[in-house]
């Protein structure tokens, strides 16, 4: 048989897929929330994108308390690279909404469009991830990290402590999820 090609839809999903298939239980009810949530996830996704190319570009936004253009205008202004990675190991990793190190500032910015509140531990695992990677001690540097949500920006400045003990606790897992994959 000749199998029928669908190129565009290589790499991505439906949301009735079969590989998520408790749609199949759902009600009306539990379908229309969670199409929702489903809807709100892919909205953030583009938002991200939209966000990066124009800080890629250096478009700047109107100034208002937006969430969008507050995170916008404040990567521009401080020279940030947006969608960084950042690597530990193949174990630990991740992609910093915006980032900068300059003249011994570390900042970390993370753009939230959702319902849910953020936690200011996602930036702090960021920081230490970057520490490792490029081999820069907490207490080296000066660290600004902010969340962007809710139409402000909270800043949160953490202790050179709090870094140094997701470091020490990131070497330690790493340590043992490379034991357990030897062991099979």
Same mark, same amino acid.
């Given at each position: 048989m000749n199998f029928n090609t669908h190129l565009g839809l290589e790499g991505h999903h439906a949301f009735l897929s079969a590989s998520k298939y408790h749609w199949i239980n759902y009600d009306e009810e $539990?379908?229309?929330s969670t199409y929702s949530k489903f809807r709100a996830i892919q909205r953030g996704t583009d938002l991200h994108d939209l966000a990066c190319r124009l800080i890629n570009l250096g478009? $700047?936004?109107p100034k208002t308390n937006k969430t969008l253009n507050l995170y916008v205008n404040d990567a521009i202004g401080y020279k940030m690279k947006c969608e960084q990675i950042l690597y530990y190991s193949d174990n630990c990793?991740?992609? %910093? &909404? %915006?980032?900068s190190f300059r $003249?011994? !500032?570390?900042?970390i910015h993370d753009l939230k469009n959702g319902d849910t509140q953020a936690s200011i531990k996602q930036l702090l695992v960021y920081t230490a991830i970057f520490c490792l990677e490029y081999k820069i001690k907490p207490i080296d540097i000066d660290i600004e990290l902010r969340i962007y949500q809710y139409d402000e920006a909270? !800043?949160?400045i953490p202790e050179p402590e709090e870094i140094f003990?997701?470091?020490d606790t990131?070497? &330690?897992f790493d340590k043992k999820i490379e034991q357990l994959k030897t062991r099979g």
């Amino acid at each position: 048989m000749n199998f029928n090609t669908h190129l565009g839809l290589e790499g991505h999903h439906a949301f009735l897929s079969a590989s998520k298939y408790h749609w199949i239980n759902y009600d009306e009810e $539990k379908l229309f929330s969670t199409y929702s949530k489903f809807r709100a996830i892919q909205r953030g996704t583009d938002l991200h994108d939209l966000a990066c190319r124009l800080i890629n570009l250096g478009v $700047k936004l109107p100034k208002t308390n937006k969430t969008l253009n507050l995170y916008v205008n404040d990567a521009i202004g401080y020279k940030m690279k947006c969608e960084q990675i950042l690597y530990y190991s193949d174990n630990c990793f991740g992609t %910093a &909404d %915006a980032i900068s190190f300059r $003249k011994n !500032i570390l900042r970390i910015h993370d753009l939230k469009n959702g319902d849910t509140q953020a936690s200011i531990k996602q930036l702090l695992v960021y920081t230490a991830i970057f520490c490792l990677e490029y081999k820069i001690k907490p207490i080296d540097i000066d660290i600004e990290l902010r969340i962007y949500q809710y139409d402000e920006a909270f !800043i949160y400045i953490p202790e050179p402590e709090e870094i140094f003990n997701i470091m020490d606790t990131i070497i &330690d897992f790493d340590k043992k999820i490379e034991q357990l994959k030897t062991r099979g």
